[in-house]
């Protein structure tokens, strides 16, 4: 295994460590190595060394490297951190070891993708994002919406499964300082489970990526998305 994926595997997860220690986590989080526009041959180094949790932002890569991993990481969890779009759930929901879909901001897709996963006779994990920042350009709803499509999931889609609230937020925020849209998640979180008598912690809040995961751990994310950090710069095809 290259020497600089291992090592920036090994830090992160000592950060994380330390972040709980300090802050008191309410439950161990979890660490989503963040692979877009990176080579299958990564993703396997980061499995070898035990790491299963992987997310994807565009559907044909999702496709393209679960089927050449299928082999050598049977037992990968693929999570779709992308838009969702109509046209492409049916092909998200054929994803081998497809662990979760982070995205979802539209009832119609929940609809489409529970039609989907009933058809293949298997339930999902899912997400439903939250545009905390209020931002055009970032997917996601807001609070009232996210109540909504959080009751719509666990009331009309047996085969979806809600596990939680995930945002991305806005990229101006200072990474060492109190952040609001970390906040308005974990605000989320808790007053739906006030209104639907659930245990706040039974669920995620996916929330804190490379530059800010540890304010994101300090004001109760559960899970981060890491990927520069652990893969180096993204390249992009031009």
Same mark, same amino acid.
């Given at each position: 295994?290259?020497?600089?994926?291992?090592?920036?595997?090994?830090? =992160?997860? !000592?950060?994380?460590?330390?972040?709980?220690?300090? /802050? +008191?986590?309410?439950?161990k989080?979890s @660490?989503? $190595?963040? &692979?877009?526009?990176?080579?299958?041959?990564? =993703?396997? !180094?980061?499995?070898?060394?035990?790491?299963?949790? /992987? +997310?994807?932002?565009?559907?044909?890569? @999702?496709? $393209?490297? &679960?089927?050449?991993?299928a082999?050598?990481?049977?037992?990968?969890?693929?999570?779709?951190?992308?838009?969702?779009?109509?046209?492409?759930?049916?092909k998200?929901?054929?994803?081998?070891?497809?662990?979760?879909?982070?995205?979802l901001?539209?009832?119609?897709?929940?609809?489409?993708m529970?039609?989907?996963?009933?058809?293949?006779?298997?339930?999902?994990?899912?997400?439903?994002?939250?545009?905390?920042?209020?931002?055009?350009?970032?997917?996601?709803?807001?609070?009232?919406?996210?109540?909504?499509?959080?009751?719509?999931?666990?009331?009309?889609?047996p085969?979806?499964?809600?596990?939680g609230?995930?945002?991305?937020g806005?990229?101006?925020r200072?990474?060492?300082?109190?952040?609001?849209?970390?906040?308005?998640l974990?605000?989320l979180?808790?007053?739906?489970?006030?209104?639907?008598?659930?245990?706040?912690?039974?669920?995620?809040?996916?929330?804190?990526m490379?530059?800010?995961?540890?304010?994101a751990?300090?004001?109760?994310?559960?899970?981060?998305r890491?990927?520069?950090?652990?893969?180096?710069?993204?390249?992009?095809?031009?």
């Open positions: 295994m290259s020497s600089d994926l291992k090592n920036n595997l090994v830090s =992160i997860q !000592e950060s994380i460590r330390n972040a709980c220690e300090r /802050f +008191g986590c309410e439950r989080p @660490l989503l $190595a963040v &692979s877009k526009t990176k080579p299958a041959i990564a =993703i396997k !180094e980061l499995y070898d060394a035990g790491h299963r949790h /992987f +997310g994807e932002n565009y559907v044909q890569e @999702l496709e $393209a490297k &679960s089927i050449e991993l082999d050598s990481c049977p037992d990968i969890r693929w999570h779709y951190i992308g838009t969702v779009q109509s046209n492409k759930i049916s998200i929901a054929s994803v081998h070891n497809l662990y979760c879909v982070e995205g901001s539209s009832m119609k897709h929940c609809s489409v529970q039609n989907e996963m009933a058809k293949q006779g298997r339930s999902l994990r899912v997400m439903v994002q939250m545009n905390s920042s209020g931002e055009e350009q970032k997917g996601g709803c807001d609070e009232t919406d996210c109540i909504k499509m959080a009751n719509f999931i666990c009331s009309e889609c085969n979806l499964q809600f596990v609230f995930m945002t991305i806005s990229f101006d200072d990474p060492n300082e109190f952040n609001p849209d970390f906040d308005a974990y605000q979180r808790g007053r739906w489970c006030q209104q639907a008598g659930k245990t706040a912690t039974d669920y995620e809040l996916s929330m804190g490379s530059n800010d995961f540890v304010q751990l300090k004001q109760g994310s559960t899970e981060v890491v990927g520069s950090s652990l893969f180096g710069a993204r390249t992009y095809a031009k």
